[in-house]
């Protein structure tokens, strides 16, 4: 048996955190000393939160996770997790067409960093929900309150309003 601590890390854009991403925590919380819930940034996406946010809203969320903290990093996941001393990367599979991506990107990411991926499959309930389907319904008006924690609620639908009113603005001018 080895002493060695077992440092995951759950990496995404949490853009907004979905229930799913909450169910994957949850669940890899119990298969590692400690998960680290990395808030990064895709260089091509436009985030509805800025990161502060989004991290803000996963530290209330996880707070009672006592082997769970959150943080924000920029670059590449598998330098990050290297930095932390991760064992493994987790990542939550929805669907087949999810794990046709990821299983591409473990393999890169073992080869290239020397870091296994650890896959969970997410809870049945939470197989249709993506943040980018949830930022689409959320920024029509549409009720997103039963897709995400109620933590992320009020801060969508104020990122919504305001964007909604930027957009209104620039358009009358």
Not at 45 to 52: D, F, G, I, M, V
Not at 108 to 137: D, H, K, P
Not at 140 to 164: E, F, T, Y
Request: proline residues 5%; glycine residues 6%.
């Amino acid at each position: 048996m080895t002493d060695k601590m077992r440092l995951a890390v759950f990496p995404g854009m949490f853009d907004p955190v979905t229930n799913g991403h909450l169910d994957v925590i949850r669940r890899g919380a119990t298969l590692f000393d400690e998960l680290v819930v990395a808030v990064g940034d895709n260089p091509d996406k436009t985030p509805l939160l800025p990161q502060a946010d989004r991290a803000a809203i996963l530290r209330e969320i996880v707070a009672d996770m006592p082997n769970v903290r959150v943080e924000t990093f920029l670059g590449l996941t598998v330098d990050f997790a290297r930095k932390l001393g991760a064992t493994a990367i987790l990542r939550g599979i929805r669907n087949s067409s999810d794990l046709q991506f990821e299983f591409q990107v473990a393999l890169t990411n073992r080869v290239v960093a020397g870091v296994e991926t650890v896959f969970i499959m997410t809870s049945t309930e939470y197989a249709f929900t993506s943040s980018s389907l949830i930022r689409q319904i959320a920024s029509m008006g549409g009720d997103v309150s039963a897709l995400v924690p109620p933590q992320a609620l009020k801060r969508i639908r104020a990122a919504c309003r305001k964007s909604n009113a930027d957009h209104t603005l620039h358009e009358t001018h």
